[in-house]
């Protein structure tokens, strides 16, 4: 992600947010034009499920890009389950059966 940004505004302006849509490059959260700015350059992409994801605003350079934020989320969605095993045997459930319970939910972390 950090050599993303490294890179000159024009390369990551090809990956610009469009209207109605919150994924891309950009500076999401300017609602005016008398807006008072806080300058923060974001890059938002959906994660999970893989097939809610946008590919056109998926970088190819740098070439590690992909890949390594592929990996990031499936292993942040390990940790989603590990963590919600964790809170069912706190509240006295078995894991499986919250897992049974949020399964819809937890088809968004495959």
């Keep these: 992600?950090?050599?993303?940004?490294?890179?000159?505004?024009?390369?990551?302006?090809?990956?610009?947010?469009?209207?109605?849509n919150l994924e891309g490059y950009g500076q999401h959260f300017v609602v005016s034009e008398n807006q008072k700015l806080d300058?923060?350059?974001m890059f938002y992409l959906m994660l999970r499920p893989s097939d809610s994801r946008d590919m056109r605003f998926w970088?190819?350079?740098?070439p590690s890009f992909r890949n390594s934020l592929d990996r990031y989320s499936s292993e942040a969605a390990k940790v989603v389950l590990c963590l919600l095993r964790f809170l069912a045997m706190d509240m006295?459930?078995?894991?499986e059966s919250l897992l049974d319970i949020l399964e819809a939910?937890?088809?968004a972390c495959e």
């Design 1 to 20: 992600m950090t050599e993303f940004f490294k890179q000159p505004l024009e390369a990551k302006m090809a990956y610009s947010m469009v209207p109605g």
């Design 39 to 41: 300058w923060a350059d």
């Design 59 to 62: 970088p190819s350079s740098p």
């Design 92 to 95: 006295g459930v078995e894991p």
């Design 105 to 107: 939910s937890l088809k």
